[in-house]
């Protein structure tokens, strides 16, 4: 810490915040000009500092083990790996129903927005679901982003079985009448998807990564005409699927998240998920992976769902 802040010293002294005698000599009298200027000029340093420190340590710094705050202290945090023998097994529940998924969107933005590529769509009426673990809760589609790995064995952060998929796809909703989602519990439900690796990817996933490889810095975007609509981007089997409350799997790690998590999987090749790990963040660094590791459950229910 003393060598941090004798390099801040070090680093702030073009700025006329270098000190003589006579300026003890007069207590220290910063102007308050030069004070606000000194702490804006240390904010910018330490975050160069701790530009080093990227999300998911691209650059071989500590990553996940440097969030702090809830990611640190929260017991009800995700990923999870997905047991069977460790689920209790829900039958006849009621289905999950959907709404507005067979839209095709006005426009699709694929955004790199840092440590992922994020998608959303322009549609013409809301897309929501409720039923099956929601109950009578309605919650509306707000984006959907992907988790990689370098390779096709590895990549997503649910695991099952303690196997790691290429790719994992996370469909993020908010409950209506919640003002703040991110700070407030059960306020997010998060609609997941593996993706295994086959010779031929998912015809889904070639506008992103065409939009991807032409994409190259972090708040560009590019938006398509129309585009697939939200139910190309679900599995087939929609009435089976693993539940649990947990959190956001990125900084600030809000917990009271709804997973839900669907058995089925979808198909990603090997030259799709190398197009995006090819994509940087704001530090320059590539982003070759970007999954969080699993957490424990710390004593929380993980339900299987089969739906009626």
Request: hydrophobic share 30%; glycine share 8%.
């Amino acid at each position: 810490m003393m060598k941090l802040l004798l390099s801040v010293i070090l680093v702030l002294a073009p700025y006329g915040l270098a000190y003589h005698s006579s300026d003890l000599e007069e207590s220290h009298k910063f102007s308050l000009k030069n004070l606000v200027s000194f702490f804006k000029k240390t904010e910018e340093f330490i975050g160069k500092v701790n530009s080093g420190f990227s999300l998911y340590g691209h650059d071989e710094g500590p990553g996940e083990e440097n969030w702090g705050g809830v990611c640190s202290s929260g017991q009800f945090q995700s990923p999870i790996d997905f047991r069977k023998n460790e689920t209790d097994i829900v039958k006849n529940m009621k289905p999950l129903y959907f709404s507005g998924i067979t839209q095709i969107p006005s426009t699709t933005n694929i955004t790199h927005s840092g440590d992922t590529i994020k998608v959303l769509f322009k549609t013409a009426k809301p897309i929501t679901v409720t039923g099956g673990v929601f109950k009578n809760h309605v919650y509306k589609f707000q984006q959907l982003h992907f988790h990689w790995g370098k390779n096709t064995h590895e990549g997503s952060e649910h695991t099952v079985e303690s196997r790691r998929f290429p790719l994992e796809c996370h469909l993020v909703f908010y409950k209506e009448n919640c003002t703040n989602p991110t700070s407030e519990p059960e306020c997010i439900a998060v609609l997941g998807v593996h993706y295994e690796s086959k010779w031929v990817g998912s015809n889904v996933l070639d506008p992103i990564v065409k939009a991807t490889a032409a994409i190259e810095q972090v708040g560009e975007y590019v938006a398509k005409v129309n585009g697939y609509p939200l139910k190309q981007y679900l599995p087939k089997d929609l009435g089976t699927y693993f539940s649990y409350t947990g959190s956001l799997t990125t900084p600030p790690c809000t917990e009271g998240v709804t997973w839900i998590w669907f058995t089925e999987t979808m198909k990603v090749s090997p030259h799709q998920v190398n197009i995006l790990h090819e994509i940087t963040d704001e530090y320059g660094h590539k982003v070759e992976s970007n999954f969080r590791g699993t957490q424990p459950l710390n004593g929380r229910s993980v339900y299987l769902i089969n739906s009626a």
